[in-house]
């Protein structure tokens, strides 16, 4: 079992309400999805930045489908935005997917990626005790 730390009265809340810090048990898998962009499956990406961060979910979706775990699982996400206005359409589409399980994360804003047309790129971890 996951244990959240949300240490409001001694460290100051984040904006999004994510979790100071969320603790994995000894007996737990542990997964790393390697960051992941908004293409489809046939390599096409979306020209607004929301329809490639729910592209983005769908794709971490399924990598933790492969592991038998859920979003409940992600125990952090680093996030990568070439604009930090995009960070509105994350922080919405990631409260909708995530609920109330909101882990931290790490958000960065960078100059651009190699792919063309990429805005956004999102890496998360899972841990799970079967």
Request: a negative charge; aromatic letters at 6%.
């Amino acid at each position: 079992m996951l244990k959240v730390h949300t240490l409001n009265d001694q460290i100051r809340a984040h904006s999004s309400n994510a979790a100071h810090g969320m603790e994995v048990p000894a007996v737990a898998r542990m997964l790393f999805c390697n960051g992941q962009v908004g293409a489809r499956l046939d390599g096409t990406v979306p020209e607004q930045s929301a329809e490639q961060i729910e592209v983005i979910f769908e794709r971490i979706g399924i990598i933790l489908t492969a592991s038998n775990m859920t979003f409940r699982d992600v125990v952090k996400f680093n996030v990568y935005v070439t604009d930090e206005s995009i960070l509105d359409d994350y922080f919405r589409i990631r409260g909708r997917i995530m609920d109330d399980h909101s882990p931290p994360a790490t958000l960065l804003v960078v100059k651009k990626f190699p792919r063309p047309g990429v805005e956004i790129e999102i890496e998360a971890i899972a841990a799970k005790a079967d």
